[in-house]
């Protein structure tokens, strides 16, 4: 990959940032019912960090200052891997601007896995999209392909249903089921 379509790369995840949040807190969130439970993936534009959880890789000062603004004691003379130690013991979870958002609005979100997006109904439509761009392209040129498909998009997302959408979240809780029972295998076959 150049550095040029790192740099683009770059843009589009930017762009796709402001959309995301844009879309999110004037579409998504004054048209949902009070509670609502919110799920996201880990989409690259998805997880803007207001709080991270510390890590060994963090410098010394870092881990002092995320110590300072969660109000944890420490001495300054510590070592970076006791200043470490402190910073796990405190629990502090990750804070995402995009569940502030929706705690403002009275909704949580609950993300999912990483690298499981087959607990993520929304892929199955966007499998659908895919579908239809590749049984209706022609592949003529760049601007072309680009075009046609955003329409592609427009159109398939248009025809997803109320009865169609309730096939995928029921497809997706039986892969979740499924992976429930794997689980309990794993668990009993290690007890073993």
Request: charged share 25%; proline share 4%; glycine share 2%.
């Amino acid at each position: 990959m150049t550095i040029k379509n790192l740099l683009e790369e770059k843009i589009l995840v930017k762009e796709k940032d402001i959309l995301f949040c844009m879309l999110f807190t004037e579409q998504l969130l004054p048209n949902l019912e009070n509670p609502s439970i919110i799920i996201l993936d880990n989409a690259s534009y998805h997880p803007k960090l207001i709080q991270r959880i510390p890590a060994t890789t963090w410098r010394k000062e870092e881990l002092q200052s995320f110590l300072k603004a969660n109000n944890i004691a420490y001495n300054s003379n510590m070592l970076k891997m006791e200043l470490y130690a402190l910073a796990k013991d405190a629990q502090v979870t990750q804070t995402y601007e995009i569940d502030e958002l929706a705690n403002e609005w009275g909704h949580k979100v609950l993300r999912l896995p990483p690298y499981h997006c087959q607990f993520n109904p929304t892929e199955l439509v966007w499998a659908k999209c895919k579908l239809f761009y590749n049984q209706h392209s022609d592949r003529d040129g760049y601007m072309v392909m680009i075009r046609f498909w955003q329409c592609g998009q427009v159109y398939t997302l248009s025809r997803v249903n109320a009865k169609e959408w309730r096939h995928y979240t029921n497809h997706v809780e039986k892969e979740m089921e499924f992976f429930w029972v794997l689980e309990i295998i794993w668990k009993e076959c290690r007890r073993h």
